[in-house]
């Protein structure tokens, strides 16, 4: 079975700076998908960035960036240069390669500090 | 925009009494999914559609239901909520492909059920 740990309940960061958050992960199928959403007090699940298991590079997408660490099954999240809107809730997930459904860790509330 | 959208934002039901929340898309995709959501916590998957095929999770109580009249269309309905049944509810959409890894679900802004 896939589990997914996020073991940062919360975190203060401040304006301007960049936070990483972290998301190990334990599975034993070789191929996999791993994803972050991004949820503000609105409630809609945003779609930030993915890595897949055979990808060479760390995924990039605008300020947000995966520290994938294959070996050590870390995909740690790194938002550069917060802004007042990326106060969120933050939730790491994996897709297996017959997955019908994504399997989420249990989220990292942010709050950026003006 | 292609999108997902779900009715009602916000829902208030008396406690017994059946609520049905509805979900469309306007993406064609094959999946929808429900999800329940309660406070600062990670969505849990109810149940989800393929297609026409219907695919209830282990642990997902009998009191919810679930239909999909068309490709668009979804309903979650809950057939006698209780206080625990408060949450906020989710719609998602996926299109599968081959392998699944890279899938990535398409939610809507949720709908947040009261039960008084």
């Known amino acids: 079975a896939q589990k997914i740990t996020q073991t940062q309940p919360g975190m203060f960061v401040q304006e301007k700076e960049a936070v990483t958050l972290d998301c190990t992960y334990d599975?034993?199928?070789?191929?996999?998908?791993l994803f972050w959403y991004k949820q503000p007090s609105s409630g809609e699940m945003i779609f930030l960035i993915y890595?897949?298991?055979?990808?060479?590079q760390n995924a990039t997408e605008g300020r947000y960036s995966l520290n994938f660490q294959k070996a050590r099954k870390s995909a740690n999240l790194v938002i550069s240069a917060s802004q007042l809107g990326d106060s969120a809730m933050y939730f790491c997930?994996?897709?297996?390669?017959?997955?019908?459904?994504?399997?989420f860790g249990a989220g990292t509330t942010v709050t950026v500090r003006a | 925009d292609a999108m997902v959208i779900q009715n009602p934002r916000y829902q208030v039901t008396q406690f017994g009494k059946p609520v049905t929340l509805s979900c469309s898309q306007t993406?064609?995709?094959?999946?929808m999914y429900w999800y329940q959501q309660k406070s600062s916590q990670a969505p849990k998957l109810l149940f989800h559609?393929?297609?026409?095929?219907?695919?209830n999770e282990a642990d997902t109580p009998d009191n919810f239901q679930s239909r999909r009249p068309n490709t668009s269309f979804c309903f979650l309905d809950i057939r006698s909520p209780g206080l625990g049944d408060a949450a906020m509810y989710l719609c998602?959409?996926?299109?599968?492909?081959?392998?699944?890894?890279?899938?990535?679900?398409?939610f809507g802004s949720g709908t947040q059920l009261s039960v008084l």
């Open positions: 599975t034993s199928d070789p191929s996999y998908g």
């Open positions: 997930a994996m897709r297996g390669p017959l997955d019908y459904k994504l399997s």
């Open positions: 890595q897949g298991s055979y990808d060479q």
């Open positions: 993406l064609n995709h094959n999946v």
């Open positions: 998602a959409t996926s299109r599968p492909g081959t392998p699944r890894t890279d899938e990535k679900l398409f």
């Open positions: 559609y393929y297609d026409k095929d219907f695919n």
